[in-house]
Protein backbone atom coordinates (compact mmCIF):
# COMPACT_ATOMS: atom_id res chain seq x y z
CA UNK A 1 0.00 0.00 0.00
CA UNK A 2 1.36 3.07 -0.90
CA UNK A 3 -0.29 6.69 0.24
CA UNK A 4 1.09 10.10 -1.41
CA UNK A 5 0.51 12.99 0.99
CA UNK A 6 1.28 16.69 -0.62
CA UNK A 7 0.52 19.98 1.43
CA UNK A 8 2.41 23.30 0.99
CA UNK A 9 0.60 24.88 -1.75
CA UNK A 10 -1.59 28.10 -1.15
CA UNK A 11 -1.92 31.54 -2.65
CA UNK A 12 1.21 33.74 -3.68
CA UNK A 13 1.74 36.89 -5.92
CA UNK A 14 4.38 36.42 -8.67
CA UNK A 15 7.80 36.73 -7.51
CA UNK A 16 7.13 34.82 -4.35
CA UNK A 17 8.21 31.43 -2.40
CA UNK A 18 6.46 28.29 -1.68
CA UNK A 19 7.33 25.03 -0.36
CA UNK A 20 5.66 21.93 -1.13
CA UNK A 21 6.14 18.46 1.07
CA UNK A 22 5.21 15.16 -0.05
CA UNK A 23 4.69 12.54 3.14
CA UNK A 24 4.95 8.89 1.31
CA UNK A 25 3.88 6.08 3.00
CA UNK A 26 5.87 2.75 1.24
CA UNK A 27 7.94 0.58 2.38
CA UNK A 28 11.76 1.09 1.18
CA UNK A 29 11.54 4.71 0.18
CA UNK A 30 15.01 5.14 -0.29
CA UNK A 31 14.66 2.77 -3.19
CA UNK A 32 12.66 5.13 -5.17
CA UNK A 33 13.08 7.93 -7.90
CA UNK A 34 10.59 10.62 -7.14
CA UNK A 35 9.12 13.40 -8.86
CA UNK A 36 6.83 16.35 -8.85
CA UNK A 37 3.96 16.83 -11.46
CA UNK A 38 1.52 19.63 -11.76
CA UNK A 39 -1.77 19.70 -13.94
CA UNK A 40 -3.18 23.25 -14.47
CA UNK A 41 -6.77 23.78 -15.47
CA UNK A 42 -7.78 22.65 -18.83
CA UNK A 43 -3.73 20.74 -19.35
CA UNK A 44 -2.00 17.49 -19.21
CA UNK A 45 -0.50 16.61 -15.94
CA UNK A 46 3.61 17.64 -16.84
CA UNK A 47 6.56 16.52 -15.47
CA UNK A 48 7.87 19.22 -12.95
CA UNK A 49 11.29 17.40 -11.28
CA UNK A 50 12.92 14.29 -10.92
CA UNK A 51 15.63 13.47 -8.02
CA UNK A 52 17.32 10.01 -7.21
CA UNK A 53 17.30 7.76 -4.37
CA UNK A 54 19.99 9.41 -2.59
CA UNK A 55 19.60 13.14 -3.50
CA UNK A 56 22.53 13.19 -5.38
CA UNK A 57 21.11 13.63 -8.74
CA UNK A 58 18.05 16.19 -10.02
CA UNK A 59 16.72 16.71 -13.06
CA UNK A 60 13.73 19.77 -14.14
CA UNK A 61 11.54 20.74 -16.94
CA UNK A 62 13.11 23.43 -18.86
CA UNK A 63 10.26 26.03 -17.59
CA UNK A 64 11.44 25.47 -13.77
CA UNK A 65 15.22 24.46 -13.94
CA UNK A 66 16.20 27.99 -12.55
CA UNK A 67 13.71 28.29 -10.23
CA UNK A 68 12.66 25.17 -8.36
CA UNK A 69 14.71 22.82 -6.46
CA UNK A 70 13.96 19.26 -5.34
CA UNK A 71 15.49 17.62 -2.03
CA UNK A 72 14.21 14.47 0.01
CA UNK A 73 14.51 13.21 3.57
CA UNK A 74 14.90 9.44 3.08
CA UNK A 75 14.71 9.25 7.12
CA UNK A 76 11.54 10.78 7.47
CA UNK A 77 10.08 9.46 4.24
CA UNK A 78 9.74 12.98 3.08
CA UNK A 79 10.36 14.85 -0.70
CA UNK A 80 9.74 18.47 -1.15
CA UNK A 81 10.23 21.15 -3.74
CA UNK A 82 10.99 24.46 -2.66
CA UNK A 83 9.27 26.94 -5.81
CA UNK A 84 10.77 30.27 -6.15
CA UNK A 85 10.27 33.23 -8.07
CA UNK A 86 6.95 32.27 -8.63
CA UNK A 87 4.57 33.09 -12.37
CA UNK A 88 1.36 33.09 -13.35
CA UNK A 89 1.46 29.95 -15.49
CA UNK A 90 3.04 27.68 -12.33
CA UNK A 91 -0.48 27.92 -11.09
CA UNK A 92 -1.99 24.40 -10.80
CA UNK A 93 -2.14 21.65 -8.64
CA UNK A 94 1.31 19.88 -7.63
CA UNK A 95 1.06 16.09 -6.59
CA UNK A 96 4.57 13.84 -6.05
CA UNK A 97 5.09 10.21 -7.33
CA UNK A 98 7.34 8.06 -7.89
CA UNK A 99 9.70 8.19 -11.44
CA UNK A 100 7.84 6.87 -13.35
CA UNK A 101 4.72 7.91 -11.82
CA UNK A 102 2.46 4.78 -11.07
CA UNK A 103 -1.02 5.43 -11.80
CA UNK A 104 -2.78 4.30 -8.59
CA UNK A 105 0.16 6.39 -6.31
CA UNK A 106 -1.53 9.70 -7.26
CA UNK A 107 -2.55 11.62 -4.69
CA UNK A 108 -5.00 14.63 -3.46
CA UNK A 109 -2.06 17.27 -4.73
CA UNK A 110 -1.83 20.74 -3.62
CA UNK A 111 -2.94 23.95 -5.35
CA UNK A 112 -0.84 26.20 -6.08
CA UNK A 113 -1.99 30.16 -7.11
CA UNK A 114 0.07 32.58 -8.54
CA UNK A 115 -1.62 35.95 -9.05
CA UNK A 116 0.01 38.35 -11.17
Known amino acids: QVQLVESGGGLVQAGGSLRLSCAAS????????MGWFRQAPGKEREFVAT????????RYADSVADRFTISRDNAKNMVYLQMNNLKPEDTAVYYC?????????WGQGTQVTVSS
Open 97 to 105: NINPPHPAY
Open 26 to 33: VRDFRNYV
Open 51 to 58: INWSGSSS
